[in-house]
């Protein structure tokens, strides 16, 4: 695990933080050469070929060579620039492995709450497991305002908006823990809103999902010293206990959907009958009655439960479902999603 290159930036606790600071660095780097590339010999000339009395300049039209060059070099350094962004981006952003575990964010003014698949959780303290990929799905309650989901030492970022979700992912490499904020001005707890990212080791992960007490890993990177203070402020040690869930996000899912009364309409087991099935139809296209195709992932189906009439399927359009914004939590949401998911 290097450490922080040059010791400008936070310390990189994944792999993709070590890339990106190379092209950071990359980056940097370009800047400063170019700089001097052209101030230098700015200076040198305007002082070397200032006006004298007695000294009369030749008039120099173009120089197409000098022209060609200084249009080739820059062309070909932004196209490098743009691929090699390109690849840590497409990384980051968009390819989470798919054996990831999957961990909601909730966010709201001025607290993050974080959901597990087993049903747990917790407040302003996310606890992942090291050395495994993880995907957030994150969204902020209704109603809320955006928030930004801020982890310097992993050097991600993602917005918290109400109303959909948008996803992130990563993978520690050590356990130890960092320090998440917010990074979109949110009001007046803005500052406050920070949180504690938790990586366990194996033990200890297995630990704390079976409900056990577990040994807090020291602080790591940006913000630690701070952090590691306001902690040691706080009685208690450095253990943690998770509280034991009874239900799993899938098993709330479809507690819901009975209390609900979902199966009046879409069927006993989700196969369709007044409306449309929801039974095996996660990540496939369907035709909308507007005549647009789209894809069932998360946002859709958010739509879908929150307003109806937006996402009516063709050849259901003159049913009726009532919306249900209000009535829902992020948290039942996040449930009725993992179980419709869950519905080969
Ligand atoms: Cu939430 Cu700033």
Same mark, same amino acid.
Not at 109 to 129: I, R
Not at 178 to 183: E, N
Not at 281 to 301: F, H, P, S
Not at 331 to 344: G, H, K, Q, V
């Given at each position: 695990?290097?450490?922080?290159?040059?010791?400008?930036?936070?310390?990189?606790?994944?792999?993709?933080?070590?890339?990106?600071?190379?092209?950071?660095?990359?980056?940097?780097?370009?800047?400063?050469?170019?700089?001097?590339?052209?101030?230098?010999?700015?200076?040198? %000339?305007? $002082? *070397?070929?200032? /006006?004298? =009395? &007695?000294?009369?300049? !030749?008039?120099?039209?173009?120089?197409?060579?000098?022209?060609?060059?200084?249009?080739?070099?820059?062309?070909?350094?932004?196209?490098?620039?743009?691929?090699?962004?390109?690849?840590?981006?497409?990384?980051?952003?968009?390819?989470?492995?798919?054996?990831?575990?999957?961990?909601?964010?909730?966010?709201?003014?001025?607290?993050?709450?974080?959901?597990?698949?087993?049903?747990?959780?917790?407040?302003?303290?996310?606890?992942?497991?090291?050395?495994?990929?993880?995907?957030?799905?994150?969204?902020?309650?209704?109603?809320?305002?955006?928030?930004?989901?801020?982890?310097?030492? %992993?050097? $991600? *970022?993602?917005? /918290?908006? =109400? &109303?959909?979700?948008? !996803?992130?992912?990563?993978?520690?490499?050590?356990?130890?823990?960092?320090?998440?904020?917010?990074?979109?001005?949110?009001?007046?707890?803005?500052?406050?809103?920070?949180?504690?990212?938790?990586?366990?080791?194996?033990?200890?992960?297995?630990?704390?999902?079976?409900?056990?007490?577990?040994?807090?890993?020291?602080?790591?990177?940006?913000?630690?010293?701070?952090?590691?203070?306001?902690?040691?402020?706080?009685?208690?040690?450095?253990?943690?206990?998770?509280?034991?869930?009874?239900?799993?996000?899938?098993?709330?899912?479809?507690?819901?959907?009975?209390?609900?009364?979902?199966?009046?309409?879409?069927?006993?087991?989700?196969? &369709?009958?007044?409306?449309?099935?929801?039974?095996?139809?996660?990540?496939?296209?369907?035709?909308?009655?507007?005549?647009?195709?789209?894809?069932?992932?998360?946002?859709?189906?958010?739509?879908?439960?929150?307003?109806?009439?937006?996402?009516?399927?063709?050849?259901?359009?003159?049913?009726?479902?009532?919306?249900?914004?209000?009535?829902?939590?992020?948290?039942?949401?996040?449930?009725?999603?993992?179980?419709?998911?869950?519905?080969?």
């Amino acid at each position: 695990m290097s450490d922080r290159l040059w010791g400008v930036l936070p310390h990189a606790s994944t792999a993709i933080a070590q890339d990106w600071d190379k092209l950071f660095y990359f980056l940097l780097f370009i800047c400063v050469f170019f700089c001097l590339v052209v101030f230098v010999p700015m200076v040198f %000339f305007a $002082i *070397k070929y200032r /006006a004298r =009395p &007695g000294h009369k300049s !030749t008039y120099i039209s173009h120089n197409s060579s000098l022209e060609i060059v200084w249009t080739i070099i820059p062309t070909v350094l932004v196209i490098i620039i743009f691929i090699w962004g390109w690849l840590v981006y497409d990384k980051i952003m968009y390819n989470p492995p798919a054996d990831a575990t999957e961990i909601r964010v909730v966010a709201q003014s001025w607290n993050w709450t974080f959901q597990y698949e087993d049903g747990k959780t917790t407040n302003n303290q996310l606890f992942v497991p090291a050395g495994e990929p993880v995907k957030l799905r994150i969204t902020s309650i209704q109603e809320d305002v955006l928030h930004s989901f801020f982890v310097p030492n %992993f050097r $991600i *970022k993602k917005d /918290a908006v =109400p &109303g959909m979700y948008t !996803t992130t992912w990563f993978e520690v490499e050590e356990p130890g823990r960092h320090v998440i904020f917010c990074a979109e001005y949110c009001g007046a707890g803005h500052s406050d809103m920070t949180a504690t990212l938790i990586a366990l080791d194996e033990q200890n992960w297995q630990r704390w999902q079976w409900g056990r007490e577990v040994d807090l890993p020291p602080f790591v990177g940006f913000g630690a010293s701070q952090a590691q203070a306001d902690q040691s402020s706080r009685k208690g040690s450095a253990k943690e206990a998770s509280a034991e869930s009874e239900q799993s996000l899938v098993e709330r899912g479809e507690e819901l959907v009975q209390q609900g009364g979902c199966v009046a309409c879409h069927g006993s087991e989700g196969n &369709g009958q007044i409306g449309p099935p929801y039974r095996g139809i996660y990540g496939e296209k369907v035709t909308l009655a507007n005549g647009e195709t789209v894809v069932r992932d998360e946002n859709y189906l958010r739509e879908a439960i929150m307003n109806p009439q937006a996402t009516s399927v063709k050849g259901y359009e003159d049913v009726f479902m009532p919306p249900y914004p209000g009535q829902l939590s992020e948290f039942d949401l996040n449930a009725l999603i993992a179980y419709m998911r869950s519905l080969e």
